[in-house]
Structure formats: structure tokens, C-alpha cells
């Protein structure tokens, strides 16, 4: 008996960057992936950007395949000054910090982040430090190097994974968050941080300016200057940081659960 099908992908990034990925996970992708979306009788994607690339690579009638964006939980929010300082005075010795959060993996583009804050510090003299938030499950002999190679390794602090009551408050005590991925599918730490009332760094690439819109400065990824000079904007520049915030806060209003499960739905009932 035929049963009709849904399938849901998110990116199919393990197919312009396969060395991301283990032997097997790769193959086992490569080739059941393009046979899941044959096969369904509608696809849910996360981006235009992805909707397109699944259609491209595989070959897809576009009609077949639905965007709705990711919601984003009512836990990321923005917080009030003395809740900042305290958060301060726990994870960066009081000081202001910018934020990066995801796996701590090559595509998220660790090696050039690292090396881009080296630059900005040494441009600036600034006190404001890194947060890293994520496993170091890929840590990498090229992270190791630009990390130990940098000339700020004081000031830059790995979290490890947060949980998500620790998380949102962490996020939202940021003075900016950046996060210069190589490929997402959607990239949901950029709406999180606009949610909770934080300027957003983002790459040009991929999703990442789709998301974003104009809420957010955009750099190429493979730009350690430029990513260097955003970080500058961001922590000189209050009246851009206050911009940011604003058009960031409207922003993350059209990426919420209920209009995701209301059109989710719709796929559904057709």
C-alpha cells in the first residue's frame, strides 16, 4: 500500500562539503537523501536558499517543496542591565563580550573567527572579550594552531555546551554576536540573538543573508579583515549597535513556531 510522504530537509550541505563529514555518514547521505526527496510528495525546507538547492542538485519540481522558516523558543529574550552584570561577572571577569555559538566544527569557520579577533584586538587595544559556546567535538589541528598562535588566548573563553536555561541569558548579555559560517541551511543562532536584543555579524554566504536581512552586518567569511572591522563597527559604534538591535527585534517576529506549525499543517490537510 502506498503511503503518502513528508520529508524534511534541512540543508544538504554534506554535498558541497563533504570532507565535513565521516566516511560513512557522508556516503550513507549522498545516496539515500536524493532517493527520500524523489520519493515524498512534498519537502519542507528551512531557507529559499535550501529550497533551491534541493531543487538544483536533485532534480525536484519546485512545487514540491515548502519553506518554513524555524521558530525560535520564547526563552531568548532580551534582559535588563543588572542581569547583563551579573552574567559578566560569571563568564568574562565583568567585561564586555561577543558571542559565537554552534558545534565547534570547520564549517562554522572557528580558524578564521579565532584569527579575525587576534586582528580586531590588535587594531583596537579593546577590553571586550570571545565567547565560544559549543563542544569541541572537531577541534581541529588548524583551531588549535590559530588559537594558540593568538595573541588573546586570555580573552578568549570556551563554555563548552550551555543547556537551555543557561543559554538564552548568556546569549542576550552579549554586546554582538558573531557567527561567520561557511554553509547553513537556515542558522539559527542569528535569530536567537536578534530575539534577545543582540547585533548581529553574519556571512554573505548560503542562508545566512536570506535570515538575516538587513538586521545584521554581513562579511565574507573567507575575510578575516573584514570580519576583523565588523567586530570594530559593533563594539565602537553605539548608535549602529541600537539600529541593529531594533531592526533585529522586528525581524525575528516572522520566524515563529505557530506560523510554522499553521503552514506545516496546511502540507498536511492538501
Known sequence: QFIKQISVIHDINFEHHPDN?????????????????????????????SKNDIQKKYNIDKNKIHVIYNGVSDSFKAINEIEKINVKNKHSSGLDYFIFIGSIHKRKNITNLLNAFNLYKSMTKSTTKLLIVGKKRWWSREMKKAYEQNNYTNDILFTGYLNEQNLPKVLAAAKGLCFPSLFEGFGLPIVEAMKSGVPVIT?????????CGDAGLKIDPNNIKEIANALKEIDEKQDLRKKLIKLGLKRSEIFCWKKAASKLSKIFNN
Open 203 to 211: 556571512s554573505n554566504v548560503s542562508s545566512m543573508p536570506e535570515i
Open 21 to 49: 563529514l565521516p566516511f560513512f555518514h557522508r556516503k550513507y547521505y549522498q545516496l539515500f537523501f536524493p532517493k527520500y526527496a524523489q520519493k515524498a510528495n512534498s519537502i519542507v525546507t528551512v531557507s529559499n536558499f
